[in-house]
């Protein structure tokens, strides 16, 4: 059983940005190599794969391809809207350091 949750504000605004999706579409979180730690988040709007791991909360709809998910146990999807700008930030208690804008992180 993985654990990966959503804010209620992330929860909120993933489901704002699907509500013009096609209703298939869900809100993918990945990780990939790079950024200045050695991984990054990235997320986009897309169609699930057949081995993606799925979640729904209050009208969101989140999917992780399984080499994500591994890197992702046990983290939070949130959404941040502050005067500096409104973007989406992952708490990962994996992650052992991470670079100054939160979007490359390392593990081990």
Do not use: T
């Not at 730690?37 to 729904?56: K, M």
């Amino acid at each position: 059983m993985h654990s990966f949750s959503l804010s209620a504000s992330a929860a909120r605004r993933v489901a704002e940005i699907l509500s013009a999706a096609p209703a298939e579409q869900a809100l993918r979180v990945a990780v990939l190599a790079g950024g200045c730690n050695g991984f990054q988040y990235r997320f986009e709007v897309d169609a699930p794969a057949a081995d993606d791991w799925h979640l729904e909360q209050d009208g969101a709809r989140v999917v992780i391809d399984p080499a994500s998910l591994d890197l992702l146990e046990g983290a939070e999807l949130d959404y941040v809207d502050k005067l500096m700008g409104a973007y989406f930030s992952v708490h990962n208690p994996q992650a052992k350091s991470s670079c100054g804008c939160g979007s490359s992180f390392s593990v081990g």
